[in-house]
């Protein structure tokens, strides 16, 4: 799961200054186990609860294939394709929530998303 929308969210207090953390911070979230890096963005507010059960539910397909307990792989992957959809379109609304800060509203109708 990348970590655009948390990139784009989290900023850290240091010496009463916000900044955004470096690449290399982020980095290393991406080796969290899912379960909980969409616990700690839904705790953030970051995450609506239908993205954040739809990141559940992929994880644990996924650790189903990964402990070779899957059995029906082509409805599976479909499932899993439906379930990452969902965690997109949880994300992409929470950026496109993001740009409505940095720009007018009419930049952001004409945004693509």
């Given at each position: 799961m990348r970590?655009?929308?948390?990139?784009?969210?989290?900023?850290?207090?240091?010496?009463?200054?916000a900044e955004r953390?470096?690449?290399k911070v982020f980095d290393q979230l991406e080796r969290v186990e899912i379960r909980a890096l969409a616990e700690f963005?839904?705790?953030a507010g970051l995450l609506p609860e239908e993205a954040f059960n739809a990141a559940k539910d992929f994880g644990d397909?996924?650790?189903k294939y990964?402990?070779?307990?899957?059995?029906?792989s082509k409805n599976d992957a479909l499932n899993a394709i439906k379930l990452l959809q969902e965690v997109?379109?949880?994300t992409v609304s929470v950026?496109?929530?993001h740009y409505r800060l940095l720009f007018n509203?009419?930049?952001?109708?004409?945004?693509d998303f």
């Open positions: 970590l655009d929308a948390l990139r784009a969210a989290v900023l850290i207090e240091k010496d009463g200054k953390p470096v690449d963005i839904r705790q397909l996924r650790n990964a402990h070779a307990r899957g059995s029906q997109v379109e949880g950026l496109k929530d509203k009419a930049d952001v109708q004409s945004l």
